[in-house]
């Protein structure tokens, strides 16, 4: 049994609505006059983060990417519960709990509770964070509402995580500080577009945040929604830093697409739709199904892999 | 730092009240016109199971004592999410997910979501449960609002799971085949009380679940109300196959009462307030502090541990 085949067994056990059988990022229930929306992260030392990994990052991130999940639905963020599973290291939990204090004081989430255990001899750190929003609006975005003709938009700039990873793993170098700082910051230091979420969320017709790779995401798009999905790769948009350390061409763009951690919105919504924040248009639904990929007219080949394919 | 300093610092960054300072077992927030509460608890191989265990009563305890924590609140079971760290063996995979289904049967809650993990080479399997249950009425039952002349009151019988706990690890056998099983069903599939909190929760006066064993859990209450509570041994519900396996004298009720995993309801109340369940009364809350332990009307010195002290 893999991984796979694992999570069909959970999903076959998940028949409550708001499970969505478990194709979401979230849960979603209606309470009251509102709809709950929830979701939980792992991070396991070793798998998700290094052992060297600075520990306020690691919190940071636990943070940020469970925020992400919650931006993609428009929720406002209530609170955050902490599953910690210590080791040996008084410095490491230390750094943790700032680096933990950083995030919920940036995003404006509090910490709620949770439950601290020892993991005993040998084992790796071991880290679960539940998110809980609340969404206002008569429509939370799924994945499966695109329709041809809509237009696929993306927030910020793709693949600087990407960059400032191969930066930390010394894999890539940049003479200029201020270029390093920024990209690896984007790695170390994801921001969760919550804010761009909630003003989006009532006017798009799917929503996801981008994890594992823009094409990556945009291929569940289209698959859930039953359309093709056309990317355009020149219209991508990439940060400056990230075009001062790897350029603008093609093989570049290909690495920006399929890099993933951007936590970034990517969204699909009718053309005539005014959207109220700054978007960049990279792709457009077509009747059809799958991926493909475009750049200035021409029709390039989908790379071998589109992006982080975890479970 | 040990684990309580670590608390302590978690704490000074927990500022928010619907986090009761983490004093609690659960989180609770204001939610529309109701009450949201939300608990979550880890549990790690070779720390809180062993390796041997049976996979399904390691899911169905799991799910016990979240909604345990949600049973003291008189909160109604609104769904969990489970964070799953796996290792090799997939049979103890399908026997978890076998055993957590026959839990959310039981107990009538949806599973919405969460998250799966590989752990990596030698790890030990790592769970995380989030319950989030609906608190109704207006009075959420705390810790702290004991006040002398309150009766103190337990559901059930207690000690059934420390003695099935001895029968497991083989420092105590019983020839009786229905014994056995019951008192070993008490310590794998314990039964939390969510019917019993939601009928009484808006009558008490305080109301915890026993987890850590009954002298210690009420002495949570006596400190966090400022009351001391007084405990009559002689009083203490036993179960027929727990006095069958270790008769009825002093010496088996101080095991009882400082066991643990009972999962039963521990509660005060007004003694003119009439509760609509059958329960025990135990003790008595008088001026004063901390706890005493009497049986027959006399004085009891109170054993060296009074519970199972953990994080």
């Known amino acids: 049994m893999n991984e796979l085949e694992f999570i069909d067994r959970l999903k076959a056990i998940t028949t409550h609505p708001a499970a969505r059988g478990l194709a979401d990022d979230v849960a979603m229930m209606p309470f009251g ?12 030392e070793g798998v998700h983060f290094l052992r060297d990994a600075d520990p306020a990052d690691v919190a940071w991130k636990l943070v940020a990417v469970n925020l992400s999940d919650l931006a993609a639905k428009g929720a406002k963020p209530l609170g ?61 975005p799924s994945r ?35 270029i390093t700082a920024s990209l690896l910051k984007a790695h170390t230091r994801p921001m969760p577009r919550v804010e761009e979420g909630r003003a989006l969320s009532n006017l798009v017709s799917t929503m996801m945040d981008v ?31 990230f075009q001062s350390l790897l350029g603008d061409d093609q093989e570049a763009r290909l690495k920006a697409v ?3 951690d951007d936590y970034q919105l990517l969204l699909t919504a009718s053309p005539e739709t005014v959207l109220p924040i ?6 457009t639904c077509r009747p059809g199904s799958g991926l493909t990929l475009h750049s200035h007219g021409e029709r390039l080949e989908l790379p071998e892999h589109l992006g982080f394919v975890h479970i």
Chains 1, 2 share one sequence.
Do not use: N
């Not at 601290?116 to 929003?133: D, N, Q, Y």
């Not at 003709?149 to 993306?154: K, L």
């Open 80 to 140: 955050l519960l902490l599953g910690y599973g210590r080791t040996s290291g008084d410095r490491w939990d230390a750094a943790f709990v700032e680096g933990l204090k950083q995030a919920i004081d940036r995003f404006a989430v509090p910490l709620l509770g949770g439950d601290t255990v020892a993991m005993g001899e040998g084992a790796p750190r071991t880290f679960g964070l539940t998110a809980i929003g609340e969404a206002k609006g008569h429509i939370v």
């Open 258 to 260: 399929t890099g993933g």
């Open 144 to 178: 499966s509402d695109a329709k041809p003709g809509h237009a696929v938009y993306v927030t910020g700039t793709i693949g600087d995580a990407w960059a400032g990873l191969q930066i930390a793993t010394g894999l890539l170098q940049s003479p200029d500080i201020e």
């Open 278 to 283: 700054a978007l960049t248009c990279v792709g």
């Open 211 to 241: 994890s594992d790779g823009l094409l990556l995401d945009a291929s569940r798009i289209a698959k859930a929604s039953g359309v093709q999905i056309e990317i355009d790769l020149a219209e991508v948009p990439l940060s400056r830093q």
């Open 33 to 44: 006059r509102h709809k709950l929306v929830m979701t939980h992260d792992m991070m396991v």
